[in-house]
């Protein structure tokens, strides 16, 4: 019994750690009442509580029980409600701010709010997914660019989709592109990795410059 408590304490935490936005974790809009949080805690209880369902997940449980703990908080609900607001005005000055060609500015006010929650089905996670996304894009492929961000820049917001399993195909190219234009060939190999484990199209670019890379490599082991 104890090794299980001290293993349900070792998912909790670490699943503490991973949670960003509990209103994202329970699927609600910021600033909800907190009888809305305890109406949406419990229908999510009944799903995914182990000992409630045969599909339930400890981990997805604990990741719920500390969502619903920090926001039945009282300062805790006023501290995520003004992240969430944080997050929005973010959201919507980097993508005026790309509109106009400013992409250098508007990759800073993108990362302005901090790291965040994984992007999620609410109308939040998809807004900012779906900015992310086009920010990243216009940024490789050069779009109505006034300023351009650096490559640390694109490698962050490469790194902010990868982690949240965001990255497209076109992304996924447009990275590899834009990486060996700026002579970052390990970075530029980091996306065709990608590629091929996650099954993604292969654009024109990326395969031509592999086989050169394999043919090199073949005519330097024959002599």
């Keep these: 019994m104890l090794a299980s408590r001290r293993g349900r304490a070792v998912v909790a ?6 949670c960003g936005c509990p209103y994202e974790t329970l699927g609600l809009r ?5 009888a809305d949080v305890r109406h949406k805690y419990l229908q999510l209880a009944r799903q995914n509580h182990p000992d409630a369902t045969h599909r339930g997940c400890p981990e997805r449980m604990a990741q719920i029980n500390a969502a619903y ?13 003004a992240a969430a607001e944080r997050r929005r005005a973010s959201t919507a000055g980097s993508a005026a701010l790309a509109e106009a060609g400013h992409m ?6 993108f990362f302005a709010c901090g790291e965040e929650a994984a992007a999620s089905r609410t109308s ?24 351009l961000p650096s490559h ?17 195909a076109e992304a996924c190219n447009a990275y590899f592109s834009a990486s060996i234009r700026a002579g970052q060939a390990k970075a530029a190999m980091e996306a065709y990795r990608h590629a091929e484990a996650a099954g993604l199209e292969q654009g024109t670019h990326m395969r031509s ?14 002599g």
């Design 13 to 18: 935490a670490r699943v503490r750690g991973l």
């Design 30 to 34: 910021p600033g909800v009442p907190t």
């Design 69 to 81: 703990e920090r926001l039945v908080d009282p300062q805790h609900q006023a501290e995520e409600a």
């Design 104 to 109: 250098k500015e508007a990759f800073a006010a």
């Design 124 to 147: 939040e996670g998809v807004a900012r997914a779906e900015a992310a996304h086009g920010l990243f894009l216009a940024a490789c492929e050069r779009r109505r660019a006034r300023s």
């Design 152 to 168: 640390a820049q694109i490698v962050e917001l490469w790194s902010w989709l990868l982690r949240r399993g965001l990255v497209s």
């Design 209 to 222: 410059y592999i086989r050169q890379v394999r043919n090199y490599k073949a005519s330097r082991e024959q």
